[in-house]
């Protein structure tokens, strides 16, 4: 390995070639501030157009200032990361990024952990010598996701996020000069793009430029009505994220806490979408198992592999990217949409209220969600299965405008029917978590033998894209995994060639899975918070009781008195969908 | 072959054919018919001469008369008094605005005496269409002699000898930049002729390609040698239509002869070249931005290292030159190192193109041995100061480069000198300011531009110029303060300091160098709220003397906003609030009663 | 076009075609070379200046003689047409009157290559074309 000796702010540093300064520094204990950088080691994505500048050191005997994190170290360097010429420069840098911004702070979104504003304070800016235009575009809301495109700074985050992460390409930088902004093609509306609402690009945005759509006070004012039965469902990745909201560290889970203050917050039950979960166990697996069976029949018009459908962002990718592979992927619906559907019917009826008195929230990782839960087809005579899909973030709002002290709540269950799950349900937040759910009940519903071992561990893991071959008794199943759509779409360019081998292949559109979702708390590019998040969940799986779906007591007990058998007459009606081509829906702007 | 006592060479520059080049062409071939003498007479279409001033032009061989300002009315004349009668048709010919004689041979003339033109060896010599006549120049000798007789390295050891350093700018050496590339191990290397010229009033690589396609073909191939590459690819703007269709033809005859295509010479070298086309954008003048477009990507640049020559056009080493880098090439190779680093200066070899534009008497392209002086170029070779005017300043190097004033005259030109004095040698513009310029809105002048040409990558090009160009507006309105001045300097300074791109790091030298040497007139548009050039409007006042003015009332008729009252035959009075400054009052007085104050 | 295949083709090609430029490089160093100017106003043309001019174009090729010959205006020496000005370098232009192509043939022989003057000079008092010319 070669080595590179240099000298930061007088101390000397050794690093491997190839090393940056930004590296070489922070090795050191020398924080240079960066503010369009971002580097996502555990996948391996890096943002540095080097275009802020805010990161420049003086590097003694170069013309000009060197930004550390594009500068490679040489041999017997002088870099000088504080230096009167370098503070200068940084400051004026600074102030001229914000003559071009908003001072919104106070009423902005990102009001307290925008990235912008913590520069700006640790750079000690008190005013700004420069007066001038600044650029104004019009705001774009989608059913997901606004973007507040004067807030822009031209980082490229999210066009990193969105191109090579995703691979969607809605986002790029487009126009020239002081008006250049990141937008989608010619401007158009996200609605009318191929944005798939994944919400990465919010993920990982220093300011209000991107942001989710806000139901909160729509929530609000439906709980203090009384003609209204409010239940709220949570998603699995939700608990082991809300905590740091509340200051707590990474991988804290607040299941029970999370439960007290929706309770708190006045919703009238508070149930699991890790229910609905297990739900998608019984549904997609004996669909798996259907088609498998088929399969091994020599049937050959059979679609294998089976792709799982539970990830919005993902059905979205599909239907704009893959609009001649439609009937591949499982119709199961998704949890989120499971749950309406049965509680607007089945739970309905339990509670003796009608469906237009139901109103249905979900608590989501997801920015996909809200647009999933508005989506024609999951309403019935323009009432929707669920009414309202609400952020991680947007509940940690809720909760704080309610002046409940979290961290001092104490634990409360779910409500039942609707709220036993089992850790099968739980592990649906994770990479893998789905198929390994499925391969708990597919194993023992194909074998007709119990399951010793509940954890697949090769199902697991953080690599972008990964394969198992899991042994059903003999018979080899052979399962796929991508997170992250770019690597999505890898495994479904070789479904579309032909070349895939697998039976089965899990897809989540976020990196880690849900429990990095768009609308998770932000890791401001820490990715060891995805990986406690993980750990948090698989956690939470060893503690349940039951870790198989289709061993939830009231599972069994929907089929028994409502539903009938997995993927019968009543669950196709209720739980399965089918697919849009929406290749045709872009459109340029007219107006 | 019939052998001709005389061609006529006409220019067949964008500049001359817009004004008809294409018709004297016609009408000279004409009337040369006309008088039977088409087994005498050529009239051949060349590249530029580069006296655009005067253009179109025409040049009789083999005496030189040299005809300026050509009509196609014109031609019959010239084939009837000068072919026929030998006698020069007097009125087309050349006056010297300084001693008012007629000069007819062009060597005689100022513009061209102190000139001397490898680059531009060919540019209203030979037919650019006809790789014959290239090919009777020396034309793909060089080529030949490399493929044939030279090693990579010893050709490229020629280059560095030479002392020949980027034309386009930059001014790196161009010998090391093959070298490097060369040392980069790649199956797959590219060449990369940078014909995205950019910089206002710069006309020097259109006017190669339009005037001399091969020599920069030929260069590209000795390039692609050199490095172990062959592909070649000229990225061009497709505002040059003639320069692509010379080109397009330049390549077709250039792959019939056999000098591009597979095993040139018989060496097994394969080497082809395709053009890449750009819209224009001035920052696509940059490697990177350029490699970029190519790719189909947005024309921004990336953060250098890596260098193109290490990781270029797909990510493959690749090297890029400029046209006029190029044309320089096959005569270096052809005539040696020493010959060409015997012109110039220590560290300045051989000539640089020079646009001639602005307030100066002979506007037009010029090509001169490094270490010339601005008075040469500007009196000697320019002419003067158009209509007697005082020289004031010189932008050199477009809008990256800065303004260079009377005490700048006497420095010998060259990549360093330029920077040292706060400017630089850029692709070699040079604009010409007289008395009347404010050297405040010539700096705004140059800061719009670059507010337009901005990627909007970086922050400190994208927000900085912008906040740059509104505080010098601010300044010619006379709204600004004296802490404006060193906000001012400050921020061109880190706009310099942290800029990703050349375009950045050069963007505010309009404003630093005008700031340096004209500090007076910034002085007095801030604490005066004065323009002392009377350029800015917001700082003038147009006055009517009571004493001069007799009441004619022709200024209030012409006032288009009405801000002028009197009764007849008494002293008239303009409304200062609601003059729009037109001048059109001024014009009209007869009795010069109107003044700017 | 025949294709290039060696550089010895290009050689010979190159060599082929010099002819069609050696005109434009000689104007560009007339003063290295020999200058002869052929009167052509009205009274040169009527007595064959034409037929002048086109022998020695020719003939200065056969005899590979690097050489420009250029048509000017009146010299004023109507008597003697044709008349042309022959100037080889290093020496004073000298007038020759009454020169048709026997005689320009003679001229090229003798003071071009040969270096001596010959018959026919103008007098001593002539003025050269090129003070007669306004170019100067």
């Known amino acids: ?522 890791h401001h590019g820490d990715t060891s918070i995805l990986k406690k998040r993980a750990a948090a969940i698989y956690r939470e799986d060893e503690g349940k009781e039951i870790r198989k779906s289709h061993e939830n007591p009231f599972i069994v007990k929907l089929y028994e008195e409502f539903l009938g058998e997995p993927c019968g007459d009543l669950s196709h009606k209720l739980l399965h969908t089918h697919y849009f081509d929406k290749k045709k829906k872009v459109e340029i702007n007219n107006d | 072959m019939a052998k001709y006592n005389s061609h006529i060479l006409v220019c067949g520059g964008t500049g001359c054919r817009a004004s008809q080049g294409e018709e004297i062409v016609e009408n000279l071939k004409q009337a040369v018919s006309d008088n039977s003498l088409e087994s005498e007479i050529q009239v051949v279409r060349t590249g530029c001469f580069g006296f655009c001033e005067k253009g179109p032009i025409v040049k009789m061989i083999p005496d030189n008369t040299f005809y300026t300002q050509v009509t196609p009315e014109d031609a019959g004349e010239i084939i009837s008094e000068h072919i026929v009668k030998g006698r020069k048709v007097e009125r087309l010919l050349y006056t010297d605005p300084e001693n008012k004689e007629q000069i007819a041979d062009s060597k005689d003339m100022g513009f061209y005496k102190k000139q001397i033109r490898i680059a531009l060896r060919n540019c209203g010599f030979i037919n650019p269409e006809n790789v014959d006549e290239y090919v009777a120049r020396d034309g793909y000798s060089a080529l030949g002699k490399v493929l044939t007789e030279m090693t990579p390295e010893e050709a490229i050891k020629i280059i560095k000898e030479s002392g020949l350093r980027g034309r386009g700018g930059g001014g790196f050496p161009t010998g090391l930049k093959w070298e490097i590339t060369n040392q980069v191990e790649n199956e797959e290397k590219y060449v990369v002729c940078n014909a995205d010229e950019g910089d206002p009033g710069a006309f020097m690589d259109r006017s190669i390609l339009e005037g001399d396609p091969h020599s920069v073909l030929e260069a590209m191939a000795i390039c692609g040698y050199c490095i172990g590459g062959s592909h070649g690819l000229i990225y061009i703007r497709a505002e040059y239509p003639l320069a692509i269709e010379r080109l397009k033809i330049a390549i077709e005859q250039a792959r019939n002869l056999g000098v591009l295509g597979k095993n040139i010479f018989g060496t097994g070298f394969d080497f082809d070249v395709e053009l890449r086309y750009g819209a224009g954008a001035f920052v696509c003048g940059e490697e990177t931005s350029l490699i970029n477009s190519m790719e189909g990507l947005r024309g921004e640049p990336n953060v250098k290292p890596p260098f193109p020559s290490v990781s270029g056009y797909k990510g493959k080493p690749t090297n890029v030159n400029n046209v006029e880098t190029f044309a320089n090439i096959p005569v270096i190779i052809n005539n040696g190192a020493e010959w060409f680093s015997a012109i110039g200066t220590e560290k300045s070899k051989g000539t640089k193109v020079f646009a001639l534009a602005g307030k100066i008497n002979n506007v037009g392209l010029i090509e001169v041995p490094m270490g010339i002086t601005l008075r040469e170029v500007i009196f000697d070779i320019g002419g003067g100061i158009k209509d007697g005017k005082k020289f004031k300043a010189v932008q050199t190097g477009g809008p990256s480069g800065g303004c260079l004033t009377e005490k700048h005259l006497d420095i010998p030109i060259d990549y360093d000198n330029l920077i040292a004095h706060g400017s630089m040698m850029g692709s070699g513009g040079m604009i010409v300011m007289d008395e009347d310029d404010c050297m405040v809105s010539v700096a705004k002048f140059y800061l719009d ?96 003397s009571a004493e001069t003015c007799v009441g004619c009332t022709l200024c209030s008729r012409v006032c288009p906003v009405d801000a002028i009252s009197g009764d007849k035959k008494q002293a008239h009075v303009i409304d200062t609030v609601t003059c729009i400054k037109c001048g059109a009052c001024m014009e009209k007085c007869k009795f010069n009663a109107i003044s700017i104050q | ?37 052929v009167s052509m106003a009205t009274c040169g043309i009527a007595s064959g200046a034409k037929e002048t001019m086109n022998y020695l174009i020719e003939e200065l090729d056969n005899r590979a003689i690097d050489a420009v010959v250029t048509q000017t205006g009146c010299m004023g020496y109507c008597h003697s047409e044709p008349t042309i000005e022959v100037h080889v370098p290093g020496t004073d232009p000298v007038v020759y009157g009454n020169v048709d192509t026997k005689k320009a043939e003679e001229i090229i022989a003798k003071h071009i290559v040969g270096g001596e003057l010959v018959d026919g000079i103008i007098p001593a008092s002539y003025k050269t074309a090129n003070e007669d010319d306004n170019e100067k």
Not at chain 1, 28 to 55: A, F, I, Q, S, W
Not at chain 2, 505 to 532: I, R, W
Request: charged fraction near 25%; hydrophobic fraction near 35%; include cysteine.
């Open chain 2, 449 to 544: 531009f670059t507010v337009e040409e901005s990627c909007g990558k970086c922050a400190p090009c994208r927000v900085g110029n912008k906040r740059l160009y509104e505080m010098l507006d601010k300044i010619t309105q006379g709204k600004a303060n004296k802490e404006d001045l060193s906000i001012l300097r400050n921020l061109g300074n880190v706009i310099k300091d942290t800029s990703l791109c050349g375009l950045g790091q050069t963007s505010p030298n309009p404003v630093l160098s005008t700031m340096d040497n004209f500090a007076d007139e910034y002085e007095a548009h801030v604490k005066d709220g004065k323009c002392p050039a009377g350029q800015c409007k917001d700082l003038m006042e147009y006055v009517i």
């Open chain 3, 1 to 37: 076009m025949a294709k290039v295949k060696t550089l010895d083709d290009l050689k010979k090609m190159r060599e082929q075609l010099q002819s069609k430029i050696t005109l434009r490089e000689k104007s560009d160093h007339p003063e290295k070379m020999v200058q002869i100017k």
């Open chain 1, 1 to 522: 390995m070669d080595i590179v000796k240099l000298n930061i702010d007088n101390k000397p540093v050794v690093v491997e070639k190839g090393a940056t300064l930004l590296e070489a520094a922070k090795s050191v204990g020398v924080d240079v501030p960066t503010l369009c950088h971002m580097k996502l080691h555990d996948m391996n994505y890096e943002n540095n157009p080097g275009g802020c500048r805010v990161c420049v050191v003086e590097v003694e005997g170069r013309r000009n200032l060197a930004p550390a994190c594009k500068t490679e170290c040489t041999e017997g360097m002088n870099v000088n990361t504080h230096s009167l010429r370098v503070i200068n420069a940084r400051r004026t840098v600074m102030e001229l990024i914000l003559s071009d911004h908003p001072a919104e702070c106070l009423t902005c979104v990102k009001n307290g952990k925008c990235e912008l504003q913590t520069m700006a304070q640790n750079l000690g800016i008190r005013e700004i010598p420069f007066e001038g235009e600044q650029s104004h575009y019009k705001e774009d809301r989608s059913p997901s996701i606004i973007r507040e495109v004067d807030k822009c700074i031209m980082c490229r985050r999210c066009e990193m996020a969105c191109n090579e992460i995703q691979t969607v390409g809605c986002l790029s930088a487009i126009n020239r000069g002081f008006e250049s902004v990141v937008a989608p093609a010619f401007e158009m509306d996200l609605e009318k793009s191929t944005c798939t609402y994944c919400g990465q690009c919010v993920a990982v945005c220093p300011t209000g430029a991107l942001s989710e759509v806000d139901h909160t006070r729509k929530v609000l004012s439906t709980l203090v009505d009384p003609t209204k039965t409010v239940i709220v469902q949570t998603a699995p990745a939700v608990r082991a994220a809300l905590g740091e909201e509340f200051g707590m560290d990474a991988g804290t889970l607040v299941t029970g806490k999370m439960t007290s203050a929706l309770k708190k917050l006045g919703f009238d039950k508070v149930f699991d979408t890790d229910f609905a979960a297990d739900l998608t166990i019984m549904e997609e697996g004996t669909e798996l198992l259907g088609r498998l069976q088929k399969h091994l029949n020599g049937d050959k018009d059979v679609k294998l592999p089976i792709l799982t459908s539970c990830c919005p962002g993902w059905v979205n990718f599909f239907e704009s990217n893959f609009p001649d592979m439609l009937d591949v992927p499982s119709t199961a619906k998704s949890p989120q949409q499971m749950f309406g559907a049965v509680a607007k019917t089945y739970l309905a009826d339990q509670m003796g209220i009608k469906r237009e008195d139901m109103v249905v929230v979900s608590i989501m990782p997801c920015l996909a969600k809200k647009y999933e839960a508005q989506r024609p087809e999951f309403a019935v005579d323009n009432n929707p299965d669920v009414d309202f899909s609400l952020s991680t973030r947007e509940l940690a709002q809720m909760i704080k405008g309610a002046n409940i002290n979290f961290e001092d709540l104490t634990d409360e269950d779910f409500d039942n029917p609707m709220g036993e799950s089992t850790g099968a349900g739980v592990i649906f937040a994770n990479t893998g978590g789905v198929i390994e759910a499925a391969a708990r009940t597919a194993y023992e519903v194909h074998t007709k033998k119990k399951l010793e071992k509940v954890e697949f561990e090769s199902l697991r893991g953080f690599e972008g894209i990964r394969s198992a071959t899991v042994d059903f008794d003999g018979l080899p199943i052979k399962i796929g995994i991508a997170h992250g759509l770019g690597n999505a779409r890898k495994l479904l360019e070789d479904v579309q060639a032909g070349k895939s081998e697998f039976h089965a292949i899990e897809i989540m559109a976020c990196p880690g899975g849900c429990i990095g979702g768009g609308g998770q708390p932000y």
